[in-house]
């Protein structure tokens, strides 16, 4: 399949990739390409212009910020989960990054493509979410609870660019991921984290996009425990459902999930 | 229209192409490397699989351009002076192949994980062979190339 016609940039560096973007206010960034290049393929998207930013080094690298982990955009799947500092400070974020997709979609695809595109079935937007981590954009921070604002949508302007993601190391912390057979995507992921701040659970894939689960970090404050999430019924009212699943199917999974997380984080 | 560099299976080459021309289509229709194959066009199947600067991708999913400056490896880069690589001599040991449509793709990853040391087991092996599709063999007897091919490279 042949995407419509375009012109291609590579960014010497985030500021031009910014300029560019200002000047051009069609045109798209491109990082792994592992969604843009397929959407663009079947022609849903018309960018005249791609400025590639996956090899800025502005973009690069991890950093320890105080108690945060704090991850640069273009950091690949792949990198995310080999990373030695990611699997010894929150290794549920290293097991998450290593069930994207498969290996090669793992060598291209980034946190920051992942995240600023809010994919209603996507991993990463759920450790956002459930870690409470802060979007770092070449403007402001901005925290998961509002970052997130419907499917594939996000507080992100048009000219605005995703630089990292803070993510505040947890006390323990797992996702369970109900993977499509055929796309790997997420039927339902449930991220649970026990952070300081108390405890915090994130679904994607269930619904048009990821959100918390109040109900569920209610009883796990109460008790940390699997048999604690066990009991709760999650309504199927504004669950996804689609050729892959019913949405009472979905709502039964999130519980399903969230005990696997819940036993995965404590053991 | 711009002018693209890389080395490709170690020599360089350099031409005009359109933008939007795909890594698979520069590949096959542009230097006439029809090893990569396109199956799916859809990113599922892996047929289409090279790797860039080491790196296992899919090449229906990248643009020629990004690979610009780069180093692409293809199927047809593997045997050095005639002599099978070892991953393709054992999928042709262990019978790893029917029609072969999907081998280029599932070699060059097979190549891969073994570079990267996870071809550790059978259950690893069926893990990274995720992206790769084949419609033929039931993947017992790629998985029983890979693990050889593993064995006697020493990974
Ligand atoms: C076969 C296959 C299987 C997959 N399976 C999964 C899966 O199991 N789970 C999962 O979560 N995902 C999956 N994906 C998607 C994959 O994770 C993508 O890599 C990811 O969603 C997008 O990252 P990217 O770097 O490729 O972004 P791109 O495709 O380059 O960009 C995506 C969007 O984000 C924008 N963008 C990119 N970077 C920035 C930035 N820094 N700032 C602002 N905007 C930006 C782009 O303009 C574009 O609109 C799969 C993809 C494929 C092809
Ligand atoms: S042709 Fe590229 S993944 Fe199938
Ligand atoms: S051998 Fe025919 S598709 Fe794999």
């Known amino acids: 399949m042949i995407t419509y016609p375009f012109a291609y940039q590579r960014a010497a560096n985030l500021a031009e990739a910014e300029a560019l973007l200002g000047a051009n206010p069609e045109a798209k960034l491109l990082a792994g390409g592992q969604t843009l290049i397929p959407t663009m393929k079947q022609r849903l998207a018309s960018p005249p212009l791609l400025i590639d930013i996956s090899g800025l080094h502005e973009l690069s690298g991890n950093r320890r910020d105080g108690e945060r982990l704090v991850l640069g955009a273009a950091l690949t799947h792949a990198e995310v989960a080999q990373s030695p500092e990611v699997r010894t400070l929150i290794p549920a974020l290293a097991e998450l990054a290593s069930h994207i997709g498969d290996p090669a979609v793992r060598h291209l695809g980034t946190l920051g493509g992942s995240v600023a595109?809010?994919?209603?079935?996507?991993?990463?937007?759920?450790?956002?979410?459930?870690?409470?981590?802060?979007?770092?954009?070449?403007?402001?921070?901005?925290?998961?609870?509002?970052?997130?604002?419907?499917?594939?949508?996000?507080?992100?302007?048009p000219d605005e660019i995703l630089r990292a993601v803070a993510f505040p190391v947890p006390r323990r912390a797992a996702y369970a991921k109900f993977a499509n057979p055929a796309s790997r995507?997420?039927?339902?992921?449930?991220?649970?984290?026990?952070?300081t701040e108390g405890v915090r659970v994130a679904v994607t894939g269930a619904a048009p996009s990821v959100r918390r689960l109040p109900m569920m970090e209610k009883a796990l404050e109460a008790s940390f425990t699997p048999e604690a999430v066990a009991h709760i019924k999650?309504?199927?009212?504004?669950?996804?459902?689609?050729?892959?699943?019913?949405?009472?199917?979905?709502?039964?999974l999130v519980t399903v999930m969230a005990k696997r997380a819940v036993a995965a984080a404590l053991a | 229209m711009t002018t693209v560099t890389m080395t490709v299976n170690g020599k360089t080459v350099s031409n005009e192409i359109e933008e939007r021309t795909l890594l698979v289509h520069f590949l096959r229709d542009t230097l006439m490397l029809t090893g990569t194959h396109i199956g799916c066009d859809t990113s599922q199947c892996g047929a289409c699989v090279v790797h860039v600067d080491g790196k296992a991708v899919k090449s229906c999913t990248m643009f020629a351009v990004q690979a610009h400056g780069r180093s692409v490896t293809t199927i047809e880069g593997l045997a050095e002076a005639g002599a099978l690589h070892p991953v393709q001599a054992a999928f042709r040991e262990h019978h790893g192949l029917q029609c072969g449509f999907c081998t280029p793709g599932m070699i060059m990853t097979a190549v891969d994980m073994i570079a990267r040391g996870v071809a550790?087991?059978?259950?690893?092996?069926?893990?990274?062979?995720?992206?790769?599709?084949?419609?033929?063999?039931?993947?017992?007897?790629?998985?029983?190339?890979?693990?050889a091919a593993a064995k006697e490279m020493g990974a």
Do not use: W
């Open chain 1, 185 to 195: 995507y997420a039927m339902v992921g449930v991220f649970v984290a026990q952070t």
């Open chain 1, 234 to 252: 999650i309504d199927a009212d504004g669950m996804n459902e689609d050729l892959h699943g019913s949405a009472q199917y979905r709502a039964h």
């Open chain 1, 117 to 157: 595109n809010n994919d209603p079935a996507a991993d990463y937007p759920a450790a956002v979410l459930g870690l409470n981590a802060s979007v770092i954009t070449t403007r402001r921070e901005v925290p998961a609870d509002k970052f997130f604002t419907g499917m594939f949508e996000t507080m992100l302007a």
């Open chain 2, 120 to 147: 550790a087991d059978r259950a690893s092996i069926r893990r990274e062979l995720e992206g790769n599709i084949c419609r033929c063999t039931g993947y017992h007897n790629i998985v029983s190339a890979i693990e």
